[in-house]
Every structure is written in C-alpha cells, then in structure tokens.
C-alpha cells in the first residue's frame, strides 16, 4: 500500500501549482483522501479532503476559494489545485487516505505519502 505525492516545487507569489497523489496496492475507491501540511516548525495541518466518490469536499477555511481538491478513481489519483499561492503556503504536502471519510484529523488517516515540497517565494 503506497501513496505517491508529487508536483512541489518553487514558484512565485500568486502562481498556481497541481499536486497529485496516486495510490497503489489499494483502490481509493474505498477511502477518503486528504490533503495535509506541514511547514517547518510547525504542525502539520488540514488542507482539503474528498470523500470515495468525489461528490463531497471540505476545504480549510485558509485555503478556501484558492485551492480545490478533485479526485479520479479510474487513475486512482487524488489533485490539489492551488492558485493565488503565498508565502505562507510554503510547507511539505502529504496526501492521506482516511477510510472514515472526508475529514480533517490527521489521526484518523491510515496511510500517508511521503510528501511534496513547495515553497512559495519571490
């Protein structure tokens, strides 16, 4: 079981990035997945979850109207949309799966990737 995080890397203040994160040895179909940060010094926090089907989202209110969270199951592969990018944005992505659903606690996810870094500077 694996979660492949993917397409960090540093851009400018106001830039737009897509992340992904591609599942194998299991179908996300069965499992929430969740997007989560963490920057240096810090905890790592909730950015945006898709429940099995991709017909709920929740977003974190710092990121909300800037950053959308879509999924494709057929490509067992979760995106992270982010536009309008700030400093403050700068932090290492993961991606999780939650099989309890759509949801922002980060002790409820069962697996994690590696995670992606981005960072945010001009």
């Known amino acids: 079981v694996q979660l492949q995080a993917s397409g960090g890397g540093l851009v400018q203040p106001g830039s737009s990035l897509r992340l992904s994160c591609v599942a194998s040895?299991?179908?996300?179909?069965?499992?929430?997945i969740g997007w989560f940060r963490q920057a240096p010094g810090k905890e790592r926090e909730f950015v945006a979850a898709?429940?099995?089907?991709?017909?709920?989202?929740t977003v974190a209110d710092s990121v909300k109207g800037r950053f959308t969270i879509s999924r494709d199951n057929a490509k067992n592969t979760v995106y992270l949309q982010m536009s309008r990018l700030k400093p403050e944005d700068t932090a290492v992505y993961y991606c999780?799966?939650?099989?309890?659903?759509?949801?922002?606690?980060?002790?409820?996810?069962?697996?994690w990737g590696q995670g992606t870094l981005v960072t945010v500077s001009s």
């Open positions: 898709v429940n099995w089907n991709g017909n709920y989202t």
């Open positions: 040895g299991f179908s996300t179909g069965h499992y929430a």
């Open positions: 999780g799966a939650n099989p309890r659903g759509a949801r922002s606690r980060s002790l409820e996810y069962a697996y």
